[in-house]
């Protein structure tokens, strides 16, 4: 899914720039849930575009991927004098993936752009809490649900999606409850949880 910068106009003529970036919302102490027993990608052959594309990120300046190859504590990636050179030059070497990565944000935008105008239009209290994150810190985020995204953009599988989705978000409800470090990522899961129940017993 794409990002999309934009601003939103306040009654008092001030403009408040956003940027709508879809989430995957795991625990960072959580490992990936594709990982298999022996700690290898369980889906390897079949990985989502963003898992290829990795450690780059088709949604910012080319010239600046250079920031993500700085190794992070637990990457098993070869940064020594042998390992293949990725990036040069400002550019990418091996770009299939973050090409065809980028081309399908692009395509997403106008997606995106509907969920934004359909959120701002029937949810104005996301501005305060967009405005009071931003008040705290300069900038700030406000994390929404998937099932608002299928409502808003009237997804002719929202009911199979909410399906899907539904035994994931119950099982992470039980991984983080009783939590107290991860009290937000429970009240979210089990709030979603009920949302995708919903969703999942819609009539088409």
Known sequence: MATLGTTIKLADRKELAVLIVPTAYLPSSFPCPALGEDNLCGIHNNKPSRCKTMPFYPYRAERYQADLLTPRPGWA????????????????????DFDHERQELLEQV??????????????????????HAASKTKAGHVVTSLSSFLTATKSADAKKIAQQQLPILKTY???TAGLTQLADFYRNYLNWSKEMAYLSQRQE
Request: charged share 25%.
């Open 77 to 96: 990636c070869d940064t020594s004098t042998s390992a293949s050179v990725v990036f040069e030059n400002n550019k990418i070497v091996f770009r299939d």
């Open 110 to 131: 106008p997606i995106l752009r509907r969920y934004a105008e359909y959120m701002l239009k029937y949810s104005p209290s996301l501005i305060n809490s967009l405005m």
């Open 173 to 175: 409800v039980e991984k």
